[in-house]
């Protein structure tokens, strides 16, 4: 059964901008988080508490955090690969946070330069941390459908890492087609495999849409019950690791799909695609998403 809202998590100003080869103001950075609050979006993952010289656009995450809008129940989560990540978000504010992890091994290496099992011990004392300041922890699966590296992926060893990173107290577990290489069934039994480990309730779906699939794959596993999306505003982004990864299905574009279908998101379409034309012309490129070139003026 279809669920009757979906949660979205909007994640364009990190994996939508952390890509961007010219720099970008931080005050363009925040006018946007600014502009996707105003349009419904109630969780926006703000920035990256990463290292600077290996992804050059997220090294104004302090400056973000301070210019943040306060607004009660808007939740700004941020990316922490490892403790040091998680004590600079910390001081800078952060009340909730996220660690990255991979279902496959080459890519592990590449995004994060550590094994699968190096990274969830690097997780493991910030998880302490953040259990005593109450802070949730996200957990990110990346290659769940397959590896720019390695090809196809087990379900079961994606299972396998969501349910190790459930254990670790991760409140919830986003599973990511990061080349954007799945297909509907492939991305249901994916699902399948892993709600036999870590209960459906606290899994996400975070997929790109290289091929063109984006859409097919997230109706998908909403028809098993999934009912939080990732999605980038205007489909911006990519992964600097994942080569020819096209960015994120478009925010608008899984608006407008589960409007159609009466699903509940709080998001005013409207807004959200004056933004998307908005940053559009900031970024000094041509709108891609098909639902914002439509709704255009
Ligand atoms: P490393 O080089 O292996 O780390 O990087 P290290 O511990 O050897 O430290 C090397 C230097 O980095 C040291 O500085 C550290 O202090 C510094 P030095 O002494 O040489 O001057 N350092 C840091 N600086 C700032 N912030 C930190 C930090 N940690 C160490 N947190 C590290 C390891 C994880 C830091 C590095 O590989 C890194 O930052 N990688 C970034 C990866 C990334 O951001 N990828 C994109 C996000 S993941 C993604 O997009 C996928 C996702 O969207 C899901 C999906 O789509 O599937 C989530
Ligand atoms: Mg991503």
């Keep these: 059964p279809l669920p009757h809202a979906v949660n979205i998590v909007e994640v364009g100003p990190r994996d939508g901008l952390q890509n961007e080869p010219g720099s970008i103001d931080t ?15 109630r969780q926006v993952e703000a920035t990256a508490f990463v290292s600077p010289r290996w992804v050059p656009q997220m090294a104004d995450h302090t400056q ?9 129940g808007i939740r700004f989560p941020v990316l922490t690969p490892n403790l040091k990540g998680f004590e600079n978000a910390v001081a800078a504010g952060a009340r909730e946070v996220a660690v990255f992890a991979a279902a496959s091994e080459s890519f592990s290496r590449n995004n994060i330069n550590c094994s699968i099992a190096e990274s969830l011990e690097r997780f493991e004392p910030i998880l302490v941390q953040a259990r005593e300041r109450e802070i949730p922890v996200r957990g990110y699966l990346s290659c769940t459908l397959g590896c720019p590296y390695e090809g196809d992926i087990a379900p079961e060893a994606v299972a396998r890492v969501a349910r190790r990173l459930h254990d670790m107290g991760c409140h919830q577990i986003s599973l990511g087609d990061t080349v954007g290489t799945g ?10 495999a892993v709600a036999e480990q870590v209960p459906l309730a606290n899994l996400a779906a975070h997929f790109h849409d290289t091929y063109g699939q984006a859409l097919a794959n997230l109706f998908a596993v909403l028809e098993l019950g999934i009912a939080t999306v990732d999605s980038s505003v205007g489909g911006l982004g990519g992964c600097p690791y994942a080569r020819g990864a096209s960015g994120n299905v478009a925010t608008e574009e899984v608006v407008y799909m589960l409007q159609g279908m009466g699903i509940e998101t709080g998001v005013d379409l409207r807004a ?7 940053i559009h012309q900031q970024l000094g490129r041509p709108v ?3 639902v914002a070139r439509a709704m255009a003026g």
């Design 27 to 41: 005050d363009v950075k925040l006018e946007l988080i600014r502009r996707l609050v105003e349009a419904g979006l």
């Design 64 to 72: 973000v955090m301070a210019g943040l809008p306060s607004r009660p």
């Design 183 to 192: 297909t509907p069934l492939k991305a249901r039994r994916m699902v399948e």
């Design 272 to 278: 959200l695609v004056d933004t998307v034309h908005w």
């Design 288 to 290: 891609q998403s098909r």
